[in-house]
Structures are given as C-alpha cells and as structure tokens.
C-alpha cells in the first residue's frame, strides 16, 4: 500500500496567501499531475473551507474538529462510528476532497486538549485511520501561528512543513524563524519556502529576493508567486482553483502557469527527499 504523505501548511503571521497557495497548489495536483488530494482546514477562520464552497449544515456537522474529539482523553462525545465516517470527506467536482472546519467546535479544541502523549499525537492518530491511505497527499492549512491551535500537534504528524511567506523584510525575518523553530522542536522535515505575492521587480523587491535566497538556499521553492489579489478572488468567487478558473471571458487565470509549476517542483522535492531517506 502506498504512503500518503501529510504536509502541514504553515505561517507565523497572516495575509501572506498561505490557505491560497495551498488550495492552488492541491488543485494543480489533481488537475494536472492526476493525483489523489485531501486538504484538511485546521483553521478557525474557515477560509480554505469557504473557498471550496462549503456550506455548514443546520444539523450536526461533521467536520474535521468533530472527528478529532474522538482522539482526545476524557472528552464525553460521541464516538464517530465506522458507517458515518466517509461523510467527513467532501468531494469537489474536479476531483479534490477536503474536510472542513466548523468554527464553533474547533475554537473550543484546544482546550480540551491534555498534555498528555494520547492528546499530543491526536493528529497523528486521526491520519492513521484507513481512509486516508488511498491519498497520495493530505495538506493541512493551519493557524498563522507555530504555537497555537492544534500546530504542535500538527507538526508532530505531519511528514512534511510547507512555511508560506510574501516578500517583506519582517516576513521574511518572521519565516527564518518559524524554519529554526521547526527545525529544533519536531521531527518533521521542511519541503520549502513559498515565496508569494510578489510584486513588480523593483530595486527593493530584487534586494528582498536576493536576501531570501541567500537566507534560505535550498529550502526556497524556484517558483514564485505573483501579487495578483484580483485573480485570486475570482477563483474563490468560482470555488476553482486557478488552473481551472476562467474570467466571464472565458480566459485562463493567469496564475494558472505560476502554480502548474509550483506542482511540478513540488513533486521533484518530495522525489528528492524520498530518495535521500
């Protein structure tokens, strides 16, 4: 049986395009290299969710915070039964499934979170259920930061961290130091650094660029993502991807390319990694 491999989606400060560039990324991943995708919204805020269309029902919701409670000790609520559980998984039309957030229950989380070793692998337990082994990739988007909300334990499941920046000189700093964090406290591997929104290539961007390669060597992604905020919303308008969305033209988003390549260099560090294992 395959390995599917997790990738935590992560960032120490918001605005940077993270739950884009993940969502985008995936897409390209089903659309053009026809594989199999899970994305998981570990975020309150609920935005990967709200872009994949997702409407929260006026019933019992079966999110991924739901499921989670299962893992936790000395939490009464009810046990997910093996009949129930492929309802948590989402279908898209084109072919990514997702599993959403619920606000109410997954603000609350944490706090019934123990320290004990059961509660800091409840992440790691969820993934190892048999429904997620036919995926080739589940990403999780995760809060905005590498202390809060469920991270932690998302870092210690993940076999891979993605760090999301834009092009600013304390995003940049604010990065270094979520690669450093990562590196000393989990066991997980960093694939790369996204560069996103980048700007026209003035005299500051290119002094930026060059100080972000020279910070970040081979953890940088060659991909980068142009600051194009229209585009991205007229995607999320449509729930598509970019690679799929089209303007009431009928023309291609233009990020569609940016992010094709994204998937194709991302396949190429996971094949690099696998092999040095």
Do not use: W
């Amino acid at each position: 049986m395959k390995k599917t491999k997790t990738i935590a989606v992560v960032s120490e400060k918001g605005g940077v395009g993270k739950t884009a560039t993940l969502l985008n990324l995936a897409g390209s991943l089903v659309i053009n290299q026809k594989k199999k995708v899970l994305v998981v919204d570990l975020n309150p805020q609920q935005d990967l969710s709200t872009n994949l269309g997702y409407v929260p029902p006026t019933v019992k919701s079966k999110t991924i915070s739901e499921y989670i409670y299962d893992q936790l000790e000395g939490v009464d609520f009810p046990i997910v039964a093996e009949s129930d559980k492929a309802g948590f998984i989402k279908h898209t039309d084109y072919g990514l499934d997702y599993m959403p957030a619920n606000r109410n229950t997954l603000e609350i989380l944490p706090r019934n979170l123990s320290d004990s070793e059961e509660d800091n692998m409840c992440i790691a337990n969820v993934l190892k259920d048999k429904m997620f082994a036919d995926y080739d990739y589940v990403f999780i988007d995760c809060k905005d930061s590498l202390v809060a909300h469920l991270v932690p334990q998302v870092l210690i499941a993940a076999d891979y961290a993605m760090p999301i920046t834009e092009v600013g000189i304390n995003s940049l700093f604010d990065v270094s130091e979520v690669i450093k964090k990562i590196s000393h406290r989990y066991p997980v591997s960093i694939i790369g650094v996204v560069l996103n929104k980048v700007t026209e290539q003035s005299n500051i961007t290119k002094n930026l660029l060059s100080a972000a390669r020279e910070e970040y060597g081979e953890y940088l992604f060659k991909t980068q993502i142009p600051d194009r905020k229209a585009q991205i919303e007229q995607a999320n308008d449509l729930h598509l991807p970019c690679v799929i969305a089209r303007n009431k033209h009928r023309k291609q988003n233009t990020l569609a390319g940016y992010y094709t390549d994204l998937a194709t260099e991302f396949l190429e560090k996971v094949k690099e990694m696998e092999e040095s294992i």
